[in-house]
T-cell receptor, first 115, second 112 residues
Framework: DQQVKQNSPSLSVQEGRISILNCDYTNSMFDYFLWYKKYPAEGPTFLISISSIKDKNEDGRFTVFLNKSAKHLSLHIVPSQPGDSAVYFCAASAHGSSNTGKLIFGQGTTLQVKP | DTGVSQNPRHKITKRGQNVTFRCDPISEHNRLYWYRQTLGQGPEFLTYFQNEAQLEKSRLLSDRFSAERPKGSFSTLEIQRTEQGDSAMYLC??????????FGPGTRLLVL
C-alpha cells in the first residue's frame, strides 16, 4: 500500500512564478514530514520539514503547508528559478518513542522551471 | 566536507557475486539508515541502526542482505549472491533523533 502519494508525476512552471507540489498520506501515525530535492545520480537533498504540531513552516523561498485533517501537504517555491528543476520527494515518518523515524517516500514529482 | 559519504559510487558486478558498500555518516549522528531506490520510485527503507544496534529491518531485506555498524560509526551493506533485481541505487542517511535525515550520494549497483 502506498502510504505517501504524489499524484502529479511532473510540473512545469515559468521562471519567477510559484511552484506548488502536492503530497497526500494515509497513515495517521505520521507526525513529521519532509521535502527532498534530487538531481540525477545524486542522493536526495533535504529542503524543509514540518512537525504535525504546526501547519506552516517557511525557509527562504520554500514554504511547506500541512493540512492534517485532509492528510495533505504541499511545498510552495516562490519565486521559482531554473536551478530548482529537479525531482521533488515528499517523505513522512513517525517519531514517537517506539518508532525508528524511517522515512516513507512518495514517488516524486519532476519540476521543470522554464527560463 | 562533513556530509554523509558513500563508497564506491558505482559498482558493476556479475550475477552471483558478493558486493559490499560502505557509508560514513555525519560524525555526531547516532542514527543511520539504508534505503534502496529504483528508477521512477522514491527511496524505500531497508534497515536502521541506532548507534551500533540494528533495530529494524524491512521485509525487502532478504537473507542475502546483511548490514553492520560495528562501532556505531561507519556502516557496511553486503549483498551476497547478487541477482539482476538487486540493481538499484543504494542510499545511506544519518540523523539525530527527531531530526531530518541527510543522505549520501548513493552507490549505484548494476548486476549483469
Amino acid at each position: 500500500d502506498q502510504q505517501v502519494k504524489q499524484n502529479s508525476p511532473s510540473l512545469s512552471v515559468q521562471e519567477g512564478r510559484i511552484s506548488i507540489l502536492n503530497c497526500d498520506y494515509t497513515n495517521s501515525m505520521f507526525d513529521y514530514f519532509l521535502w527532498y530535492k534530487k538531481y540525477p545520480a545524486e542522493g536526495p537533498t533535504f529542503l524543509i520539514s514540518i512537525s504535525s504540531i504546526k501547519d506552516k513552516n517557511e525557509d527562504g523561498r520554500f514554504t511547506v503547508f500541512l493540512n492534517k485533517s485532509a492528510k495533505h501537504l504541499s511545498l510552495h517555491i516562490v519565486p521559482s528559478q531554473p536551478g530548482d528543476s529537479a525531482v521533488y520527494f515528499c517523505a513522512a515518518s513517525a517519531h514517537g518513542s517506539s518508532n525508528t523515524g524511517k522515512l516513507i517516500f512518495g514517488q516524486g514529482t519532476t519540476l521543470q522551471v522554464k527560463p | 566536507d562533513t556530509g554523509v559519504s558513500q563508497n564506491p559510487r558505482h559498482k558493476i558486478t556479475k550475477r552471483g557475486q558478493n558486493v559490499t558498500f560502505r557509508c560514513d555518516p555525519i560524525s555526531e549522528h547516532n542514527r543511520l539508515y539504508w534505503y534502496r531506490q529504483t528508477l521512477g520510485q522514491g527511496p524505500e527503507f531497508l534497515t536502521y541502526f541506532q548507534n551500533e544496534a540494528q533495530l529494524e529491518k524491512s521485509r525487502l531485506l532478504s537473507d542475502r542482505f546483511s548490514a553492520e555498524r560495528p562501532k556505531g560509526s561507519f556502516s557496511t551493506l553486503e549483498i551476497q549472491r547478487t541477482e539482476q533485481g538487486d540493481s538499484a541505487m543504494y542510499l545511506c542517511a544519518s540523523s539525530l533523533q527527531g531530526a531530518a535525515q541527510y543522505f549520501g550520494p548513493g552507490t549505484r549497483l548494476l548486476v549483469l
